[in-house]
């Protein structure tokens, strides 16, 4: 089993900046990419960012490119999502994913096994 836990979460103003982590704990070994999905009041879960957790590569949700870069350290077992110029448009519930069979970079919540529980953004006009 991998838990996950979010935290970062916060009210910022628009064009401003914020960095989401994500903690793995558990079986972490076992993880072989994670992802960043966001959620706003009324709309379906939408990708946002993913990326290899052993090889690097990743990949971006276009509303996100270019604002949000994730990354992680592997000896703390957490994931980050540094997000820039930020939006009131990204304002969401923010969730982290670990997908524990395969390394494909998935932007669609199904093949992900583990969830957190989300962090809160809201992003002021």
């Known amino acids: 089993q991998v838990q996950l836990v979010e935290s970062g979460g916060g009210l910022v103003q628009a064009g401003g900046s914020l960095r989401l982590s994500c903690a793995a704990s558990?079986?972490?070994?076992?993880?072989?990419?994670m992802g960043w999905f966001r959620q706003a009041p009324g709309k379906e879960r939408e990708f946002v960012a993913a990326?290899?957790?052993?090889?690097?590569?990743?990949t971006y949700a276009d509303s996100v490119k270019g604002r949000f870069t994730i990354s992680r350290d592997n000896a703390k077992n957490t994931m980050y999502l540094q997000m820039n110029s930020l939006k009131p448009e990204d304002t969401a519930v923010y969730y982290c994913a670990a997908d524990v069979h395969s390394r494909v970079l998935h932007t669609t919540a199904a093949p992900y096994d583990y969830w957190g529980q989300g962090t809160q953004v809201t992003v002021s006009s």
């Open positions: 990326m290899d957790w052993n090889g690097g590569n990743t």
């Open positions: 558990g079986r972490t070994f076992i993880i072989s990419a």
